[in-house]
Protein backbone atom coordinates (compact mmCIF):
# COMPACT_ATOMS: atom_id res chain seq x y z
CA UNK A 1 0.00 0.00 0.00
CA UNK A 2 2.58 1.99 0.91
CA UNK A 3 4.76 1.68 -2.18
CA UNK A 4 1.68 2.23 -4.28
CA UNK A 5 1.39 5.71 -2.69
CA UNK A 6 4.85 6.55 -3.64
CA UNK A 7 4.31 4.96 -6.88
CA UNK A 8 1.18 7.51 -7.59
CA UNK A 9 3.17 10.29 -6.06
CA UNK A 10 5.97 10.33 -8.20
CA UNK A 11 4.47 8.64 -11.38
CA UNK A 12 4.97 11.42 -14.45
CA UNK A 13 1.56 9.92 -16.14
CA UNK A 14 -1.28 12.17 -14.61
CA UNK A 15 -3.46 10.13 -16.82
CA UNK A 16 -6.83 9.06 -14.80
CA UNK A 17 -6.90 5.38 -16.25
CA UNK A 18 -3.65 4.77 -15.17
CA UNK A 19 -4.38 6.71 -11.48
CA UNK A 20 -7.39 5.33 -10.78
CA UNK A 21 -6.50 1.41 -10.80
CA UNK A 22 -3.89 2.22 -8.94
CA UNK A 23 -5.56 4.00 -6.00
CA UNK A 24 -8.41 1.42 -6.08
CA UNK A 25 -5.83 -1.37 -5.48
CA UNK A 26 -4.04 0.53 -2.80
CA UNK A 27 -7.06 1.39 -0.89
CA UNK A 28 -7.95 -2.62 -1.48
CA UNK A 29 -5.02 -3.67 0.10
CA UNK A 30 -4.75 -0.84 2.76
CA UNK A 31 -8.14 -2.34 4.04
CA UNK A 32 -7.87 -5.97 3.62
CA UNK A 33 -5.99 -6.40 6.57
CA UNK A 34 -9.10 -4.38 8.94
CA UNK A 35 -10.84 -8.22 9.61
CA UNK A 36 -7.30 -10.03 10.74
CA UNK A 37 -6.89 -7.23 12.84
CA UNK A 38 -9.43 -7.26 14.93
CA UNK A 39 -9.48 -11.43 15.09
CA UNK A 40 -5.61 -10.96 16.58
CA UNK A 41 -6.83 -7.78 18.94
CA UNK A 42 -9.48 -10.79 19.99
CA UNK A 43 -6.92 -13.24 20.59
CA UNK A 44 -4.79 -11.59 22.90
CA UNK A 45 -6.63 -9.34 24.64
CA UNK A 46 -8.56 -10.75 27.53
CA UNK A 47 -12.22 -10.45 27.75
CA UNK A 48 -12.64 -8.41 30.30
CA UNK A 49 -10.52 -5.34 28.42
CA UNK A 50 -12.23 -6.07 24.52
CA UNK A 51 -14.51 -3.55 25.17
CA UNK A 52 -11.89 -1.12 26.36
CA UNK A 53 -9.99 -2.35 22.88
CA UNK A 54 -12.98 -2.17 20.90
CA UNK A 55 -13.92 1.23 21.52
CA UNK A 56 -10.60 2.89 21.02
CA UNK A 57 -10.62 0.71 17.59
CA UNK A 58 -14.00 2.44 16.89
CA UNK A 59 -12.40 6.37 17.44
CA UNK A 60 -9.88 4.69 14.76
CA UNK A 61 -12.42 4.81 12.43
CA UNK A 62 -13.86 7.62 12.86
CA UNK A 63 -10.70 9.79 12.86
CA UNK A 64 -9.99 8.22 9.36
CA UNK A 65 -12.97 10.60 7.81
CA UNK A 66 -11.36 13.42 9.40
CA UNK A 67 -8.46 12.70 7.71
CA UNK A 68 -10.19 12.64 4.51
CA UNK A 69 -10.87 16.51 5.12
CA UNK A 70 -7.13 17.16 6.38
CA UNK A 71 -5.83 15.10 2.80
CA UNK A 72 -7.87 17.60 1.21
CA UNK A 73 -6.74 20.64 2.68
CA UNK A 74 -3.40 19.53 2.47
CA UNK A 75 -3.29 18.89 -1.04
CA UNK A 76 -4.84 22.65 -1.68
CA UNK A 77 -2.09 23.36 -0.08
CA UNK A 78 1.16 21.80 -1.01
CA UNK A 79 -0.16 19.82 -3.90
CA UNK A 80 -1.50 16.19 -4.33
CA UNK A 81 1.61 14.51 -5.25
CA UNK A 82 3.33 15.76 -1.91
CA UNK A 83 -0.22 14.65 0.17
CA UNK A 84 0.59 11.32 -0.89
CA UNK A 85 3.90 11.29 0.10
CA UNK A 86 3.03 12.63 3.70
CA UNK A 87 0.77 9.71 3.47
CA UNK A 88 3.14 7.31 2.89
CA UNK A 89 5.38 8.18 5.51
CA UNK A 90 3.20 8.41 8.18
CA UNK A 91 2.19 4.22 6.90
CA UNK A 92 5.74 3.40 6.74
CA UNK A 93 6.06 4.47 10.53
CA UNK A 94 2.43 2.41 11.44
CA UNK A 95 4.29 -0.30 9.77
CA UNK A 96 6.97 -0.09 12.16
CA UNK A 97 5.41 -0.13 14.65
CA UNK A 98 3.32 -3.13 13.84
CA UNK A 99 6.13 -5.17 12.89
CA UNK A 100 7.03 -5.81 16.50
CA UNK A 101 3.96 -7.68 16.79
Not at 3 to 9: G, N, T, W
Not at 20 to 30: E, G, K, N
Request: glycine share 6%; charged share 15%; with cysteine.
Amino acid sequence: GVSLLVVVALCPLQDPRLILPICLLRSWLMNSTLALSKSVLNDYVPKRHRAKWASLESVNTSTWAGSAALGGLLSDRIGYRHTFLVTAALQAVGVLLYTPL
